[in-house]
Structures are given as C-alpha cells and as structure tokens.
Nanobody
Framework: QVQLVESGGGLVQPGGSLTLSCSAS????????MGWYRQAPGSQRELVAV???????NYGDAAKGRFTISRDNVDNAVYLQMNNLEPEDTAVYYC???????????????WGRGTQVTVPS
C-alpha cells in the first residue's frame, strides 16, 4: 500500500505564505510524478502543481507565479511553497502520487487525506 501524509496547512492572512509537505511511504516500484491538487467547497478538484521524477513541473493557472513545487526523490517527498495567498486559495489541498505499485501493474493515482488551507477575506 502507498500512504501519503500531508502537513503544513492552516490559517493565513491574505498576502501570507505557507509551505505544504507530503511524504510518501509504503511499497511501490516507481514514482512517475508527485503533486498537489485542491478542492474548494462546491467546486471540483483542480490541479495546483505537479513535478515529475525528472524534475519537470506543471502548474495550474491559479498557482503560476505564486506557488513553487519541489520534490525530494530520496525521501519521496513533495513540497508546495505558496506565497501571496488570497481568499480564493482557500481549499483542502491533496497530495497526489502517480506511480507503479508493482512492475507488472499499470500506473495508479494515490491520494493523501488532505490538509486545509484557509485564507480569510
């Protein structure tokens, strides 16, 4: 089983910063990418940022210019530095891992339980 544990969420004033962390544990053959998604009340889950094992990154529109994703391939961890936070960033942030649990299985998506980020208006 693959387990993802997020930390770092909380309440922050507009314009402030937060860093989210996610650590992956368990048995898996290979990781393709790790990243962050978020879901606000009444909205669909959306991409925040993703980083591949090779270091390529992709950001959702809301994150561009304000958030930075980074990854530690040794510790199987991913981080999201969020700057200049806005009330619209309020959501539950979920860590995602896309990878192969075994060599003979197709890649799958694994999710953490989420961490709440609240930016009051």
């Amino acid at each position: 089983q693959v387990q993802l544990v997020e930390s770092g969420g909380g309440l922050v004033q507009p314009g402030g910063s937060l860093t989210l962390s996610c650590s992956a544990s368990g048995t898996f053959f290979a990781i393709v990418a790790m990243g962050w998604y978020r879901q606000a009340p009444g909205s669909q889950r959306e991409l925040v940022a993703v980083v591949t094992r090779g270091g390529s990154t992709n950001y959702g529109d809301a994150a561009k210019g304000r958030f930075t994703i980074s990854r530690d391939n040794v510790d199987n961890a991913v981080y999201l530095q969020m700057n200049n936070l806005e009330p619209e960033d309020t959501a539950v942030y979920y860590c995602n891992l896309r990878g192969y649990q075994r060599q003979d299985t197709p890649p799958g998506d694994y999710w953490g339980r989420g961490t709440q980020v609240t930016v009051p208006s």
